[in-house]
């Protein structure tokens, strides 16, 4: 078992401790947070083991997870790595893309393995549909939260679109080549409510939208490819795949077909991906377990998270230009 430490016991930190503590793959040593009086109550409320500073905590771990604020993850990552700890860190990877690029190097420099927090990448519903999106052209995302005070001391491109930027970049295979976008503060000091428009050296174009002051929930993402549409709803954790096929010569009653001007019939088929429910955040931790042990790829890299970050920030420009930039 992989001897972890995790950094930072608040809300989703918690969470992790939690998980760690119960996976088979991890023995939890402990955990460290600067406040004080919230980290006394979580270990004396859950009887974890607090550390007095972030190195006694990093001298006894093999891995540190960073579930710290975003602010504090570039110094927490670059003291773990100079002392040769794998780490996991929370989405997004860094403040900046310089901080997000010097860990990258420092990992490569000290052989250590990196696994950036995009948790969306196990959740059910992408991974039932991930298979069958091929190439697409069009893509179409919703990401609407109620409002919540945590996390509005960031854009809402960092706290909550940055998920949909790492998931499409995971399936489309070609560069960025522009960005368009826009933003709106309403009731933090960062923009609350963004759009953002995505375009690809292929061709394939991606239009983000996320809010956290809707009045409700929604997180979905539509991907529109040849001769289908897959839509993945990461919420009620369901997908479903629209197929459109050259319709047979006699086709069933039931059968829905459309005709063209030019005679061509197609015919449309649904299917729903069995989705096999799960812990995404314990199967994200412990695929990391998996790629330290056989020192294999994690499935979010490093670079994933950079480049996730770099696109994020792409966008938070286009704030202060109105345009593309």
Known sequence: ??????????????????????????????????LTKNAQKVATEFGYNLFNSIDELIEAVDVVDIVTPTLSHFECAKKSIEKGRHIFIEKPIAKTVLEAEAIRTLASQYHVIGQVGHVERFNPAFIAAKGMIDNPMFIETHRLAEFNPRGTDVPVVLDLMIHDIDIILSVVKSKVINVHASGISVISETPDIANARIEFENGCVANLTASRISMKNMRKTRFFQKDAYISVNFLSKESEIVRIQDAPKNPDEFAMILQNDEGVKKQIYFENPEVVNNNAILDELETFADAIVHNTTPIVTLHNGTEALRIAQWIIDCFKTGDKH
């Open 1 to 34: 078992m992989l001897k972890v430490g995790v950094l930072g016991a608040g809300h989703l930190g918690k969470i992790h401790l939690r998980l760690l503590q119960e996976s088979e793959k991890y023995e939890l040593i402990g955990f460290f947070d600067p």
